[in-house]
């Protein structure tokens, strides 16, 4: 799993467009292995980027779940408190 991609669902205020639309270029860039693709496969890779943005989009929408939303600031506290962690291990 690619560690930029974060996890979108369940957050109060919701992912927006923008963030979706980040984790699916990320995703894509994983998987092609280009972080910028060639003009001839800048159409295919963007063709692929909507794609995922469309499927991310409506799998947000569909999901649903009975646990509260989570608090963006909390969770970024607690991966800011797990990273620190990790690095002052290494």
């Known amino acids: 799993m690619c560690r930029n991609i974060k996890t979108l669902f369940n957050f109060d205020p919701p992912a ?3 963030e979706i639309r980040a984790a ?3 995703f894509v860039r994983k998987i092609s292995g ?4 060639s003009k ?9 980027v909507a794609a995922v ?12 779940t009975t646990a509260a939303p989570r608090d963006r ?3 970024a506290a607690k991966a800011k408190a797990r990273s ?4 002052a291990k290494a």
């Open 73 to 75: 600031e909390v969770e």
């Open 40 to 48: 001839a496969n800048k159409a295919a890779f963007d063709a692929a």
């Open 24 to 26: 699916a270029l990320q």
């Open 53 to 64: 943005f469309h499927a991310g989009h409506q799998l947000m929408h569909d999901l649903e």
């Open 84 to 87: 620190a962690e990790r690095f």
């Open 16 to 18: 927006t467009d923008d």
């Open 34 to 37: 280009f972080n910028t693709p």
